[in-house]
């Protein structure tokens, strides 16, 4: 039985154009299976996650919609269109969530590899602060460079850390920063920062890619193998 908890609602964001994917990246074969369906399928395995409404491209929407009933995924409560952007598209799928959710949760559809372990750490990040996301510490040194492609400085690595998905709020300070800030952000922890408040970093894990190029999906193949291994492995113990 689930544990009490802030009513979530969880947005998966897959509008994408899949341009530089050269194909849809949301059917790419993640251990033969789709790579939405994976990532719909750890938000349905999360306790913490009461329901899911999926943004996509209108073309998709009917073909999606017999993917969520042939997988049986129970927490859909409904499949919309995205917008020209980001923001957008993830707006159009907050607008559609139930009256009574208190926490969202923002997901890449092409990021399949996400548990339902790391959805519940950042949810509860999102709880103590606010707002919450999944994020890995920068390895390679970062320099930033203007238009000519001259360094102008070399920020120090220890403060520096990638961004993932899923990120976590409180869906009232959400709707406070959008109102207040508006704007077109390249992730949604931006409207949040805008309106000055804190976004807690939450350690994410380094497999949960976001499938963008192709040579993302030889690196998901190898995960994916890996960690069948893993399983094999234990099951044999």
């Known amino acids: 039985m689930s ?20 194909g849809d990246k949301l059917k790419a074969p993640i251990g033969g299976r789709p ?3 994976r990532t719909l399928a750890a938000f349905e395995e999360c306790e913490r996650i009461d329901e899911i409404v999926l943004t996509t491209r209108r073309e998709r929407i009917s073909e999606l919609a017999e993917l969520v009933q042939k997988n049986g995924f129970g927490k859909i409560r409904e499949i919309v269109a995205g917008g020209e952007t980001r923001t957008a598209s993830v707006q159009n799928g907050v607008s559609k969530i139930s009256e009574q959710t ?3 949760c923002v997901h890449d559809g092409a990021r399949p590899f996400v548990t339902p372990e790391l959805i519940e750490r950042v949810l509860e990040g999102a709880v103590r602060c606010g707002a919450a996301t999944a994020a890995v510490r920068v390895k390679n040194t970062i320099k930033s460079a203007d238009e000519n492609g001259r360094v102008l400085s070399t920020p120090p690595r220890e403060t520096l850390w990638e961004i993932q998905t899923p990120q976590c709020f409180s869906l009232q300070l959400y709707r406070a920063a959008l109102a207040a800030c508006p704007g077109n952000y390249t992730d949604d922890c931006g409207p ?8 807690l970093l939450i350690e994410g894990d380094r497999r949960n890619i976001k499938l963008t190029t192709p040579e993302d999906l030889l690196i998901a193949k ?3 193998e890996t960690r069948e291994q893993a399983h094999a492995n234990r099951t044999r113990i």
Do not use: C, D, K, N
Not at 192 to 199: D, K, M, S, T
């Open 3 to 22: 544990q009490p908890h802030p009513y979530t609602a969880a947005v998966i964001a897959a509008a994408g154009s899949s341009r530089r994917m050269g």
């Open 35 to 37: 790579a939405i369906v």
């Open 102 to 104: 208190e926490m969202l």
């Open 192 to 199: 949040i920062e805008a309106y000055g408040r804190p976004v």
């Open 222 to 224: 190898i995960f994916w």
